[in-house]
């Protein structure tokens, strides 16, 4: 058992419950909603607030929303749609991948204060704090300004033992560059969950992630370019290799995003990709699962054993 910052107070890990380790409540860059409401959609809080009432009903306790401040974090909207929907939300500290030409010159240790400021203060001048710390990489490896920030959250973490999820490019194999970094910073790798693992279905690299000590973020559902069916038979072959616990299944879900005039995916086929929102996991991976012949008693501890112990540092 542990305490752990959630965005409406101390939360102990007994209450995690069924836990969703990779969603956003909005998602847009750094400013959007004090700025540009209106990119967000109309009613934006109804609609975050029906769509988590949904999930709640449907056994989702718990999400981990993976905003940063450059993805467009409003850690004010984030706790009302906690406190209205009922479901437990932990906000993120650290910092995805757009890093500003001004970081230019920033050290690690400064973005570490800043961090561990969020983790032990408040975000943005609330008492709301962070309960887990991000950093991000994809294609082009770990880029130098990403990896001022990597040892950054490696600093905040070492400091305030919060613990850390990495954006990562599992085709490329990146979390192997991220772990190096974190390994020189004495980074214990238990404490690290490694996201979007399931974009690939090289078992054999999981595997060595999970050899490392790290958890493994399955965490993009529908996803692209790897199909559904295809992300579940790589979750499978872990759960056969005795993994279960070191599994966070999620789906890396926008409820708000930015509305494009022509956006890469239209609403209309999201919503026909993924018509159950936080419910997939439960109403199509499951199902999925229990037709591979997964046992009960294994997908009861399936989002929530492996949250727990992640955040519990077991
Ligand atoms: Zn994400």
């Known amino acids: 058992m542990a305490t752990i910052n959630s965005v409406l107070g101390p939360l102990d890990t007994a209450e995690l419950g069924f836990t969703l380790m990779h969603e956003h409540v909005m998602c847009g860059f750094a400013g959007v909603l004090p700025n540009f409401p209106e990119l967000l959609g109309e009613n934006m809080m109804e609609v975050v607030v029906d769509d988590l009432k949904k999930a709640k009903t449907g056994g989702i306790d718990t999400i981990v929303d993976a ?23 932990i906000a993120c500290s650290g910092w995805w991948m757009d890093v500003p030409v001004f970081f230019a010159g920033i050290s690690p240790d400064q973005l570490a204060d800043l961090f561990t400021r969020e983790i032990e203060q408040g975000i943005a001048g609330t ?26 959250v490696a600093r905040a973490h070492l400091k305030t033992r919060v613990p850390i999820m990495l954006h990562s490019y599992s085709p490329g194999q990146v979390g ?3 772990l190096d970094i974190l390994k020189e910073e004495g980074v214990d790798l238990r404490r690290v969950k490694m996201d979007h693992s399931n974009d690939t279905t090289d078992v054999e690299y999981l595997t060595w992630l999970l050899e490392q000590g790290c958890y493994l973020g399955m965490d993009r559902y529908p996803g692209r370019n790897v199909s559904p069916l295809a992300r579940t038979k790589t979750m499978k072959a872990l759960i056969d290799a005795g993994y279960t616990d070191r599994l966070c299944p999620s789906h890396d879900r926008l409820v708000l995003r930015v509305m494009a005039d022509n956006p890469m995916i239209t609403e209309e086929e999201r919503l026909r990709m993924n018509p159950h929102g936080f419910l997939y996991m439960k109403e199509v991976v499951f199902q999925q699962l229990r037709e591979m012949g997964v046992s009960e008693e294994t997908l009861n501890r399936l989002c929530v054993v492996g949250p727990r112990n992640f955040f519990e540092g077991d």
Do not use: F, Y
């Open 67 to 89: 905003t940063t401040i450059d993805l467009g974090r409003d850690i004010n909207v984030i706790a009302e749609a906690s406190h209205r929907s009922g479901v437990n939300i």
């Open 127 to 152: 008492n709301i704090k962070a309960g887990i710390l991000k950093s991000a990489s994809d294609l082009t490896g770990v880029t130098p300004e990403q990896e001022v920030v990597l040892r950054g």
């Open 176 to 178: 192997r560059q991220q």
